[in-house]
């Protein structure tokens, strides 16, 4: 194909851009051409995205087969963008999240559950999900009937700047007990960005179009099976020692909020980890294994050191007091 990425140089970006490559598509970036120098053989367009005279410079005339678009922010940008390539794309396919459904998210839920209200000519990007959401009306406000909506869930694999698995690796790489919110057997439910990133750019070759529930099968690893065998993919020599999240609680150590396990108050959100994903299934959504996802992210760790922590969300290093970790830990060792 001959495609269009708007961004292209963070997480599930990058790997789009490196999976199209692989491919064989010839690719065009557009950004503002600060955080990374493009990838060799990609066309990089170089434009502000929040201005849309300095988007339309950079489009020129060009025509491309398919857009991917990662944005998060305030909707009218991706609005903005979806006007100016509506006669000059023929697919659109947009990477939102589980994030625009309703709260609480019921459990086992498909592309049918309660969405958020959004905006498309909204400038605020402070409400997460009412931004993703107005993301959403905003590309099929222009390419309706030929859009794609990949509401993503806990993205991991290399180039991750949440700091999930990033985090972990560094806390499990120093050795000796660190403490892991029980219980190990918890479900977990993700998908490797890579696996996303094909799936997204066989669905624009095809161009296949609608909204559809993006991440790995429900059921598949539990907490225990990732924490064990980020241990094996690295050789650490580290204990983990399990501790409720009651307990976690009553120390103010916040662990298991990373994987949207409890919330601030410590209770348990439903529906995080057994979404309904075989829609996207159907249609030839598939998960690598565990130990690859973990085994090439601390891989790309090692060789580009840790991402900078993203503007939007506090750094990582926050999340943990050291010493409240340690004082637990010397309690549960008597």
Known sequence: ?????????HHVGRAIVETALQRGDEVSTLNRGLSRDPAPGVRA??????????VRRALGSAEWDAVIDTWAWAPRVVRD?????SGRAGHYGYVSSRGVHR?????????????????????????????KRGGELAVLESFAGRALLARAGMILGPYEDVGRIPWWLRRLEKGGRVLAPAPANTPLQYLDVRDLATWILQAAERGLSGTFTTTGPPGAITLGDLL???????????????????LLLRHGLPLGMEFGLRLPDGSAPSGMHDADVSAARAEGLTARPLRDTLADT???LQAEGDPA?????????????AAAEQRLLDQLSH
């Open 309 to 321: 922590p993203r503007a939007d969300a506090p750094s990582p290093d926050t999340w943990l007091d």
């Open 1 to 9: 194909m001959k495609l269009l990425v708007l961004g292209g140089t």
């Open 298 to 300: 601390w891989t790309w």
């Open 81 to 85: 963008s979806a006007r100016l390539l």
């Open 45 to 54: 367009l170089i434009a502000d995205r929040t201005d849309p005279e300095s």
């Open 228 to 246: 064990t065998t980020m241990l094996e993919v690295t050789g650490f020599d580290t204990e983990l020692v399990w501790a409720s999240p009651e």
């Open 103 to 131: 709260w609480p998210w019921p459990a086992h839920a498909d592309e049918r559950a309660p969405l958020v209200d959004g905006d498309p000519a909204s400038g605020e990007a402070a409400d997460y999900a009412a931004a």
